[in-house]
């Protein structure tokens, strides 16, 4: 089964790939020269996930899934969320998102927080479903380890003694939020593929 990721993202495709069964074989926009940017103006995660594969489905008329990802923190009432990439400004790097949670968030004791992914699978414009994948933990008090990306250094699940960005990718992989939305759309496309 052929599989359109609509991303731009060149580092989400290999760790997708990584991730679903080998009867999936995820195609890329650069596989299919696509350049296009794909508009992000969502309230939420969504609506976003659903913008970007409605739109890729719509130019190749194939089935296709997109991925949006928000870190949701208990204390600043889900905020970054839909906004995680660009929370201190819109070319802001990792470090400066991250800088920003933390002098939010200030000494609240309420550290709670959550990485929460959404995708969205398009099959046909009458067949549209979405997955949730939730990983819960803490912001900690400042940043450890330097594996990972955006804010993993700061984000320590719950049941673990390091931040995300103290694992390695595959220590990360087992537990993550993209992980477990994978999972619930592979779980899905084997039944799809073969109907009771
Ligand atoms: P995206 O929707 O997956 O591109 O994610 C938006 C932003 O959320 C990224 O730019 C990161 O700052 C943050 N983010 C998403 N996934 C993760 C993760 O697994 N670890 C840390 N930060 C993440």
Do not use: W
């Amino acid at each position: 089964m052929r599989l359109i990721f609509a991303t731009h993202n060149p580092n989400k495709v290999r760790e997708i790939q990584a991730i679903v069964p080998s009867y999936i074989k995820i195609q890329s926009l650069a596989e299919l020269d696509y350049n296009t940017p794909i508009i992000e103006s969502g309230y939420n995660l969504e609506e976003n996930a659903l913008m970007k594969a409605k739109t890729v489905y719509d130019q190749f008329k194939r089935a296709c899934f997109s991925e949006d990802t928000g870190l949701e923190i208990a204390a600043l009432h889900g905020a970054p969320g839909v906004h995680s990439a660009r929370y201190a400004g819109e070319n802001a790097t990792d470090k400066e998102n991250v800088q920003k949670v933390l002098a939010q968030l200030g000494d609240e004791p309420n550290r709670k927080a959550r990485f929460r992914t959404i995708l969205a699978l398009v099959m046909s414009p009458e067949e549209i479903y979405m997955f949730e994948g939730l990983c819960i933990g803490n912001i900690l008090m400042g940043p450890q380890g330097v594996h990972g990306f955006g804010y993993d250094p700061i984000f320590q699940p719950n049941g673990y003694e390091k931040t995300f960005g103290e694992m390695t990718s595959s220590e990360k992989q087992a537990i993550s939020h993209r992980t477990h939305a994978f999972e619930k759309m592979n779980s899905f496309l084997v039944r799809y593929r073969s109907p009771r």
